[in-house]
């Protein structure tokens, strides 16, 4: 690149970014630029723009791990240039991920031998992981339509209301009618005798959810299984369950070994996790494992050759990186059962001691249950003077980002705070949230307070409604900032399924 040069003869490199032209100039937005600039100035530029982000370690909307050893950090970077699907070029990669997969499996007691190979792969996400589940299914189903001479274009899924959205793309995507459990007020997750109900023959397979986006809640996967088993026997369907254990898959094996959700029950056919929640991977990796070769259909499965074996290989995408797949595995055997364990144990407590703190305002119902994925979702007492949504953007001004929603359908008029614990949210940081909640209720009360009446001399004239000591009431700045809430909300209703992710 030519450098051009100032009337006083000193080059631009000479500069910092912020003494040359570029401070001058506008970032693209819609074309490539023509000329090049320095890497610093690149640098520098986009930097600035970002500082404008939420901390992700502040943001306790998402479930995504923030935060990894920076031994694993510097694994990540000497890999970042590794494609995976290359599995020619790297062999050991791919044998990093078979590992994984054996030990997901064994971790959700899979019925294989301790030296045989479970059936699984790696995704960019439980999304991924969920349409590769969902493929399967409705093809294991369509085959045997075909073989019994009945008709195989109304596929369906049974779920609740308050399943993740993927859920909605796949049923969009490969055509498959959603059928979904409504909720009620005071029970957020899916009814297994409501969704056993609605099977049918044309059903493909139950998805049940391992920690509700919600509520953290855990559905009751048992009783489904026993339900559908007797439902199978009396109609001669064969309707298979999914797990859906996207955030709790990485929390119940630890912390409730006793709990049975996965393949030892029999009908589970499949479970998909992921491993950039509490798996503890930077995004994105995700894994879905079945419970044996007969449950994914070998017409799904493509094979390549390298080095003389075969590697069979499932997925939607092709080009991924592989260094998340090697974070994995650094996790499973850095922290082993017992690191996973107790990092668990952390983030339980941590959200015992956020749960009772907003408990102790008085202000707040918690929705969220203790058992579960570690998360606090609770609503107000008392939404007349302002809501849950007032709160959450009033946080945003300590940094914090904790998301505010309405329930999914037939609940919507229940609206929730929620924050998500991860393994970096310490016991300070819980504390010092306390602290800013109650600064901002105090402020929205001293705020609502304000807000109730009007008091002007003039206001005589307007034709308002009169006291009888010259205090007029009319409508409050808190009325119109309800009114503009809950026309956003109606808006929002209309576009959005469910609330948050």
Known sequence: MVISHSSSGVGESAYNTFSSRYARVELPRYRMPENSIPKETAYQMITDELMLDGNPRLDLASFVTTWMEPECDKLIMDSINKNYVDMDEYPVTTELQNRCVNMIAHLFNAPINEDEKAIGVSTVGSSEAIMLAGLAFKRKWANKRKEEGKPYDKPNIVTGANVQVCWEKFARYFEVELKEVKLTEGYYVMDPLKAVEMVDENTICVAAILGSTLTGEYEDVKLLNDLLVEKNKETGWNVPIHVDAASGGFIAPFLHPELEWDFRLPLVKSINVSGHKYGLVYPGVGWVVWRSKDDLPEELIFHINYLGTDQPTFTLNFSKGASQIIAQYYQLIRLGFEGYKHIMENCQANAAVLREGMEATGRFSIVSKEDGVPLVAASLKDSTKFSVFDVSENLRKFGWIVPAYTMAPDAEHVAVLRVVIREDFSRSLAQRLLAD???????????????????????????????????VTQKSVLDTEKKFVAACMSLVKKNKKTGVC
């Open 437 to 471: 909640i109650n600064k901002v209720l105090h402020e929205l009360d001293t705020h609502a307070a304000h807000a109730i009446k009007v008091t002007a001399p003039t206001a005589t004239q307007n034709g308002n409604g009169v006291n009888g000591d010259d205090t």
